[in-house]
T-cell receptor, first 113, second 115 residues
Framework: LAKTTQPVSMDSYEGQEVNITCSHNNIATNDYITWYQQFPSQGPRFIIQGYKTKVTNEVASLFIPADRKSSTLSLPRVSLSDTAVYYCLVAANSGGSNYKLTFGKGTLLTVNP | DTGVSQDPRHKITKRGQNVTFRCDPISEHNRLYWYRQTLGQGPEFLTYFQNEAQLEKSRLLSNRFSAERPKGSFSTLEIQRTEQGDSAMYLC?????????????FGPGTRLTVL
């Protein structure tokens, strides 16, 4: 299973752009990179998913270099409500076409006023 | 589409009692997953269904735990003879098998407290 490494915590201020980088040196050819956001006492919320290059949606952008050994989640103009834990995951193909997600401890992003 | 729902949201029980949780996935999703999350940790995979078939179980799922998805729609997770170490958030997720990354959508979770 590909293991991910991301910072334990980050601090930012309202209105700033936040970039959270995740390392996944052992990513496999068939693996996708997925980011989730989690607020206390809630289930994780899907943010964005990508395979290579750049993916953008209404919430965030995901940058993936050619070697795919890392990825960067970019949150534009964060607000206080973006304070949460952000998880970087690599989809693990655990036999056949099954997928199970392996979560680390994530990055606690704190947005300050 | 109302998303993944879980019931109950909170459950307090005494050690030794049995508890059952329910998960209703997004209606067209054929895959359903159960995870467990303890304080300060990320969710841990417990088990996985494709339609009604339980295809994978984690070693975390002791013989006191059983999960079913009888008609390939909702699922139940039962814990027998609960222990204090079972206290956690139990999360359900669902996805639609397709080409590429299998995006899982999570429910709000059921928080279990074993006294």
């Amino acid at each position: 299973l590909a293991k991910t490494t991301q910072p334990v915590s980050m601090d930012s201020y309202e209105g700033q752009e936040v970039n959270i980088t995740c390392s996944h040196n052992n990513i496999a050819t068939n693996d996708y990179i997925t980011w989730y956001q989690q607020f206390p006492s809630q289930g994780p919320r899907f943010i964005i998913q990508g395979y290579k290059t750049k993916v953008t949606n209404e919430v965030a952008s995901l940058f993936i270099p050619a070697d795919r050994k890392s990825s960067t989640l970019s949150l534009p103009r964060v607000s206080l409500s973006d304070t949460a834990v952000y998880y970087c995951l690599v989809a693990a193909n655990s036999g056949g076409s099954n997928y199970k997600l392996t979560f680390g401890k994530g990055t606690l992003l704190t947005v300050n006023p | 589409d109302t998303g993944v729902s879980q019931d109950p949201r909170h459950k307090i029980t005494k050690r030794g009692q049995n508890v059952t949780f329910r998960c209703d996935p997004i209606s067209e999703h054929n895959r359903l997953y159960w995870y467990r999350q303890t304080l300060g940790q990320g969710p841990e995979f417990l088990t996985y269904f494709q339609n009604e078939a339980q295809l994978e179980k984690s070693r975390l799922l002791s013989n006191r735990f059983s999960a079913e998805r009888p008609k390939g729609s909702f699922s139940t997770l039962e814990i027998q003879r609960t222990e204090q170490g079972d206290s956690a958030m139990y999360l359900c997720a669902s996805s639609l098998r397709g080409a590429g990354g299998d995006t899982q959508y999570f429910g709000p979770g059921t928080r279990l407290t074993v006294l």
